[in-house]
């Protein structure tokens, strides 16, 4: 409700409760993706490996600062407890993004329009205590624009469709999802996302060694999700996901663009084997 920027770094393991706290699993992305009260989406960013966690952190902080909202960062207890080598990149190659702190006083009889918008539906950051900028915050529905308490239907209409709208403009500024190793439109794509990056990258290359017609492709930004997304994976014959949960991902991808993604679920708390995904594979393909 306030739309101020946080970033919220989910370090998944095998749930629920305290379940298994020494072991991971991938079983938080429902509550990521779907997981607030009322219709308030958020972007949500999955890093796929202890060095990738350096530039999913950059990119979380980036999309915060930017589009004014809280960000969720889904790591898991094996890329929490892994190590690789890793070399701290030249930081003079990033695109920086600095943040603007609103300060201009309105005029002389005007009020401060705390929920005024951006071209990326992003609301002003003020500095608490701004002199001639104070105002109201709290979690009742703000009037557009003054973030006066408004409980009309109109308002609350308005506000619950920029809100969301304000999220999916995310997808504006993120790539296009690419193809990791494989082709576009071959008979089969395999979709992970997070940790599984390592055995399902291994398992692709093994296969398409052996002649099969496979792909592999990985989602970083799992919400919004990218644009060109749903057009990529509808070019492949079949598609399958391998994710250790119950197969929430998969839902997500038939949700949004409707396509006949498998699942190939793991919640042993443990990481998959590459032979696993290798018959996953080899299945699919029978």
């Not at 009889?109 to 104070?134: C, F, H, Q, S």
């Not at 193809?179 to 055995?199: D, H, M």
Request: glycine letters at 8%; one cysteine or more; proline letters at 8%.
């Amino acid at each position: 409700m306030t739309e101020l920027p946080v970033v919220i770094v989910n370090v998944q393991r095998g749930g629920p409760s305290t379940g298994l706290p020494t072991k991971t699993e991938q079983s938080d992305l429902y509550q990521a993706v779907y997981g607030r009260n009322a219709d308030a989406p958020l972007p949500v960013i999955a890093a796929r490996s202890p060095a990738d966690a350096f530039e999913c952190a950059i990119e979380a902080v980036r999309i915060a600062t930017r589009y004014m909202t809280p960000v969720m960062l889904l790591t898991d207890g094996y890329i929490a407890n892994a190590a690789e080598p890793w070399k701290v990149p030249d930081m003079s190659g990033y695109e920086p993004f600095p943040v603007n702190f609103f300060e201009q006083r309105p005029a002389e009889g005007e009020g401060v329009m705390p929920y005024a918008r951006n071209d990326d539906l992003a609301r002003p950051w003020i500095k608490p205590g701004t002199e001639g900028l104070e105002h109201r915050i709290g979690g009742i529905e703000k009037a557009p624009g003054s973030g006066n308490i408004d409980y009309s239907p109109a308002a609350h209409q308005e506000m619950t469709d920029t809100r969301a709208a304000k999220v999916n403009k995310v997808a504006e500024s993120i790539p296009d999802q690419d193809v990791c190793i494989g082709r576009e439109g071959a008979k089969l794509a395999v979709v992970g996302w997070g940790s599984t990056f390592g055995p399902i990258h291994q398992a692709v290359r093994r296969m398409r060694q052996r002649g099969h017609d496979v792909s592999h492709i990985h989602v970083r930004h799992i919400w919004p999700l990218p644009r060109n997304l749903g057009e990529l994976l509808k070019s492949y014959e079949r598609i399958i996901v391998p994710e250790m949960n119950d197969g929430q991902f998969k839902t997500v991808l038939r949700d949004q663009f409707l396509v006949d993604a498998k699942p190939v679920n793991k919640v042993s708390g443990h990481p998959f084997k590459i032979a696993e995904i290798e018959d996953a594979i080899e299945e699919a393909l029978a």
